[in-house]
């Protein structure tokens, strides 16, 4: 088979955000700032190093802070450079990379994550392309999404990263079932969208990374509405597997579910004890605050 290049991402950001409210009533939850830098970003600079050129962000009327993120701001550059800032100048400049396009869909209604994927059908084309969800955070040496490159390459199918819950969380996630000694990559033999926890077929969770290839678009246009009325990404990849070999990823690394307070909190502590410049007095602060 001839291997093509994963190029295009999309991301899903038009949700509503309701486990995060009040802060998403008008904010977008994708530009809530992990120390300094907004959720969307890091998810894009992930798929950015594992070689993405093409960002598709599917979005609502609702997040156009996260469009104006990833534009010029002409009047900020200038007082910048007129100030002499130069490194915070580069900084706003290198958000998006050169050779990087950002393209724009729109989702009108949220209908679910399948549905945000499917309209960006028409940018994706007949290529395999990647789904990153903001709202997973991904602590890395090697990052999630160069992990399933890696995996994709060996095996030109599409891949899904999961890891290990607690069997009472399965009605939050995407649920895979794998052979009885699967050892953290391999062929999955069925997925169920939020299963009660009596009946999740293992204790591997999707969490939001996909690469999947084009024909996944052929079954998301057929679907019906799934689990909460919603479209589901899920139940196309179920469908998908009828015809194709679908693998799974124990990633390495710690996913941070921010699309929860909870675990927002936890990635703002461990990423701001690991920041380059505030690190060692947060740390400090730390300390002395619960001893
Ligand atoms: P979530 O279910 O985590 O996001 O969807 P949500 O609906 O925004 O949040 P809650 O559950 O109400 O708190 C996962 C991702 O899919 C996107 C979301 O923006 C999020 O990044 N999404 C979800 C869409 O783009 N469109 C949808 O219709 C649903």
């Not at 994927?117 to 990647?130: K, N, S, T, Y």
């Not at 693998?247 to 929860?260: E, N, Q």
């Amino acid at each position: 088979m001839q291997e093509k290049q994963v190029t295009k991402a999309i991301f899903p950001v038009a949700g509503l955000g309701t486990r995060f409210l009040p802060a998403t009533k008008a904010s977008p939850k994708e530009m809530l700032p992990i120390v300094d830098k907004p959720l969307i970003q890091y998810v894009v600079e992930e798929a950015v190093k594992a070689g993405i050129t093409e960002l598709v962000f599917v979005t609502s009327s609702s997040k156009r802070a996260i469009e104006d993120h990833f534009d010029t701001n002409y009047e900020l550059e200038q007082r910048l450079q007129q100030q002499g800032k130069t490194e915070l100048l580069e900084m706003v400049q290198n958000i998006v990379p050169k050779g990087v396009d950002c393209i724009y869909v729109r989702q009108p209604q949220a209908l679910g994550l399948g549905h945000a994927v499917l309209c960006a059908r028409q940018v994706i084309g007949e290529h395999p392309f990647a789904v990153l969800l903001a709202d997973d955070l991904i602590d890395a040496s090697v990052s999630c999404l160069e992990q399933m490159m890696t995996c994709y390459h060996e095996t030109h199918a599409s891949v899904i990263a999961v890891q290990e819950i607690a069997k009472a969380d399965s009605e939050k996630y995407g649920v895979i079932d794998v052979a009885k000694n699967w050892s953290g990559q391999g062929p999955i033999n069925a997925i169920v969208e939020k299963p009660k926890p009596t009946e999740a077929p293992s204790q591997y969770g999707v969490v939001g990374r996909y690469l999947l290839t084009p024909e996944i678009f052929h079954h998301l246009a057929k679907l019906p509405p799934g689990r909460g009325g919603e479209i589901q990404l899920t139940d196309a990849i179920a469908r998908l597997l009828n015809e194709q070999k679908v693998m799974a990823l124990a990633f390495d690394g710690t996913r941070y579910d921010c699309g929860s307070k909870l675990g927002y909190m936890q990635a703002m502590i461990t990423l701001g004890l690991k920041h380059p410049e505030l690190g060692a007095d947060f740390k400090h602060y730390l300390q002395n605050l619960i001893f």
